[in-house]
């Protein structure tokens, strides 16, 4: 049971790149969310997701794109990466509701 | 969902208790407290929560007062490990509004 895994830990994008970043749960739950954490602040909501096939704006949405089509997958996707978008992903699941969410180990995004 | 206030630093000895307090004088009869850590460079980990009762877990204990308008996560025996961000939320179980993690407590486990 490895719980919430993300991918990849690390990446460096150059200004106007595109990338995808995956996080997989194995907990089977329904409720599946990513957040944003910048140095020193704490976490945004960017997209979640109550189920597969479903997608929903969270706090800070702008520049971003998700889709959950499998239950145990939600990626996240930046199309024209700027540096404003340099910060700690952390994707996190829950069973039903947010009140008990699981989180995975973080990605590590500096845009150039 | 309640506002929480929490000191933003404490420190501790290790293998002592460690007594982080949140104060939620607005809270409201159907709000539980829930109590979050994050440690250095990791996502968060959920802790405990509770409504009016106290609760015990293998992690910690948590303290609410009768009148609900504070509480205080108690980890017995921390360990250095123990050293991160701690934080109190209050909101409604079930409640389709989303988490909302604010600053927190710095809590540090000194040797």
């Known amino acids: 049971n490895a719980g919430v895994t993300q991918t990849p830990k690390f990446r460096v994008l150059k200004t106007g790149q595109s990338m995808t970043l995956l996080c997989a749960q194995d907990?089977?739950?329904?409720?599946m969310y990513w957040y944003r954490q910048d140095p020193g602040m704490g976490l945004r909501l960017i997209h979640y997701?109550?189920?597969?096939?479903?997608?929903a704006k969270g706090e800070v949405p702008d520049g971003y794109n998700v889709s959950r089509l499998k239950k145990q997958n939600f990626l996240l996707g930046l199309e024209s990466a700027a540096p404003s978008q340099t910060s700690v992903y952390f994707c996190?699941?829950?069973?039903?509701?947010?009140?008990?969410?699981?989180f995975g180990p973080g990605t590590r995004l500096t845009v150039l | 969902d309640a506002k929480t206030t929490q000191p933003p630093s404490m420190d501790c000895a290790e293998g002592r208790a460690a007594n982080l307090p949140c104060n939620h004088s607005?809270?409201?009869?159907?709000?539980?407290v829930y109590w979050y850590r994050q440690i250095h460079s990791q996502g968060p980990q959920y802790i405990i929560h509770?409504?009016?009762n106290n609760e015990t877990n293998e992690m910690a204990s948590l303290i609410i007062t009768e009148d609900r308008k504070s509480s205080t996560l108690i980890l017995p025996h921390a360990t250095l490990r123990d050293t991160a961000v701690y934080y109190c939320?209050?909101?409604?179980?079930?409640?389709?509004?989303?988490?909302?993690f604010g600053s927190g407590t710095q809590l540090t486990v000194l040797p």
């Open positions: 509770g409504l009016k």
């Open positions: 996190a699941s829950s069973w039903r509701g947010p009140d008990t969410q699981y």
């Open positions: 939320i209050v909101r409604v179980t079930g409640s389709a509004r989303q988490l909302t």
């Open positions: 997701s109550v189920g597969e096939g479903t997608t």
């Open positions: 607005t809270i409201s009869g159907n709000e539980y």
């Open positions: 907990m089977n739950h329904e409720y």
